[in-house]
């Protein structure tokens, strides 16, 4: 199953492009897109508990010979703009199966928001992103907060692409906002942000914008591509936006959890392999293994972000490097 929490409305039996209730679904491998009949438990409100046992259930990837207890980890994926329900379950796929390939044992979850099929669809999708974000959290993080007891070492990670990490700052902002999420404990391991299409000055230190995001994680890696044109200031569905961190990356003042991989050299050094994609320079990551290693080694959390096997350059000069 491919386990997955819509905030998509419903018309006439199927996803359509506005905000509605959130739908907490298990999709059958050999489904080609998302279904409301995939629903497990009644459509809004909080997580179910069959749902949340399937998806922990897959998360637990043995014991921790220290404790004793289980562990293991949940990815959960939050998609960008233009991307409808087929294209963010073949990426939730790619991620799922990259991610597997380099050993990854705990289950992907993807947060499906209201996003249209149409690039030019950028500002709606926008107000629609921020209009459900904070889903992201009441639905998704706080539902597997909740479950999580002494017993059972279960760590939470997002990988947020383009707009998903505008979800993302947004949901992690509102909720700290208001005081019965806020005095809650809720937190995730690790996040990491490819072709990121947020404000890069927003992502300094004690901007109050991003402050909340740093406080919930242990670590935020950030992937940038100098060559992504999507993200370019002179692309026209971007006009009046400031530099993106996807694009340019994280600012001289930014915490000290929060690292920067260039991925720049790699992309350009294999962007033959992508040339069969669409705007290829901003969903590659999808599509690379080397990419996929390096975040499955952030995920694992066992090693020092300097010593991940494939970077080389140290702390702020972090550069993405296929391995020899």
Same mark, same amino acid.
């Given at each position: 199953?491919?386990?997955?929490?819509?905030?998509?409305?419903? !018309?006439?039996?199927?996803?359509?492009?506005?905000?509605?209730?959130?739908?907490?679904?298990?999709?059958?491998?050999?489904?080609?897109? @998302?279904?409301?009949?995939?629903?497990?438990?009644?459509?809004?409100?909080?997580?179910?508990?069959?749902?949340?046992?399937? /998806?922990?259930?897959?998360?637990?990837?043995?014991?921790?010979?220290?404790?004793?207890?289980?562990?293991?980890?949940?990815?959960?994926?939050?998609?960008? $703009?233009?991307?409808? +329900?087929?294209?963010?379950?073949? !990426? &939730?796929?790619?991620?799922?199966?990259?991610?597997?390939?380099?050993?990854?044992?705990?289950? /992907?979850?993807?947060?499906?928001?209201?996003?249209?099929?149409?690039?030019?669809?950028?500002?709606?999708?926008?107000?629609?992103?921020?209009?459900?974000?904070?889903?992201? /959290?009441?639905?998704? @993080?706080?539902? $597997?907060?909740?479950?999580?007891?002494?017993?059972?070492?279960?760590?939470?990670?997002?990988?947020?692409?383009?707009?998903?990490?505008?979800?993302?700052?947004?949901?992690?902002?509102?909720?700290?906002? *208001?005081?019965?999420?806020?005095?809650?404990?809720?937190?995730?391991?690790?996040?990491?942000? @490819?072709?990121?299409?947020?404000?890069?000055?927003?992502?300094?230190?004690?901007?109050?914008?991003?402050?909340?995001?740093? !406080?919930?994680?242990?670590?935020?890696?950030?992937?940038?591509?100098?060559?992504?044109?999507?993200?370019?200031?002179?692309?026209?569905?971007?006009?009046?936006?400031?530099? *993106?961190?996807?694009r340019i990356g994280?600012?001289?003042? !930014?915490?000290?959890?929060?690292?920067?991989?260039?991925?720049?050299?790699?992309?350009?050094? &294999?962007?033959?392999?992508?040339?069969?994609?669409?705007?290829? #320079?901003?969903?590659?990551?999808?599509?690379?293994?080397?990419?996929?290693?390096?975040? $499955?080694?952030t995920i694992q959390? #066992?090693?020092?972000?300097?010593?991940?096997? +494939?970077?080389?350059?140290?702390?702020?000069?972090?550069?993405?490097?296929?391995?020899?």
């Amino acid at each position: 199953m491919d386990y997955v929490f819509s905030a998509r409305r419903v !018309r006439q039996g199927a996803f359509d492009d506005e905000p509605g209730s959130t739908y907490f679904l298990a999709v059958p491998h050999a489904a080609g897109d @998302i279904s409301p009949a995939h629903r497990i438990g009644a459509a809004g409100g909080k997580m179910p508990d069959k749902w949340a046992n399937l /998806v922990m259930g897959e998360a637990r990837s043995g014991v921790n010979p220290r404790t004793g207890q289980p562990k293991g980890d949940i990815v959960i994926y939050v998609h960008g $703009f233009n991307t409808p +329900t087929t294209i963010m379950l073949e !990426r &939730h796929r790619l991620i799922k199966k990259g991610l597997g390939d380099q050993g990854f044992e705990g289950v /992907v979850v993807s947060f499906d928001w209201p996003s249209a099929s149409s690039a030019l669809n950028y500002l709606e999708d926008r107000s629609d992103a921020k209009t459900t974000a904070r889903l992201l /959290v009441d639905a998704g @993080i706080s539902g $597997f907060a909740a479950r999580q007891t002494q017993e059972c070492e279960i760590n939470m990670h997002i990988l947020a692409h383009s707009m998903g990490g505008y979800v993302l700052r947004e949901a992690f902002d509102d909720a700290d906002d *208001r005081p019965t999420v806020a005095a809650a404990s809720w937190s995730v391991s690790q996040i990491m942000m @490819i072709s990121g299409d947020v404000s890069a000055s927003s992502m300094g230190n004690d901007n109050p914008k991003t402050s909340s995001l740093f !406080r919930h994680c242990v670590r935020l890696t950030n992937y940038q591509n100098p060559f992504d044109s999507v993200l370019s200031l002179s692309n026209i569905k971007r006009v009046g936006v400031s530099p *993106r961190v996807g694009r340019i990356g994280l600012p001289d003042g !930014r915490p000290a959890k929060a690292v920067n991989v260039d991925c720049g050299a790699h992309y350009n050094a &294999h962007r033959d392999a992508f040339d069969h994609l669409d705007n290829d #320079d901003h969903i590659w990551y999808f599509y690379d293994q080397t990419f996929m290693r390096d975040a $499955f080694e952030t995920i694992q959390g #066992d090693v020092d972000r300097n010593e991940i096997s +494939t970077r080389v350059g140290a702390n702020s000069q972090l550069i993405l490097r296929k391995p020899a």
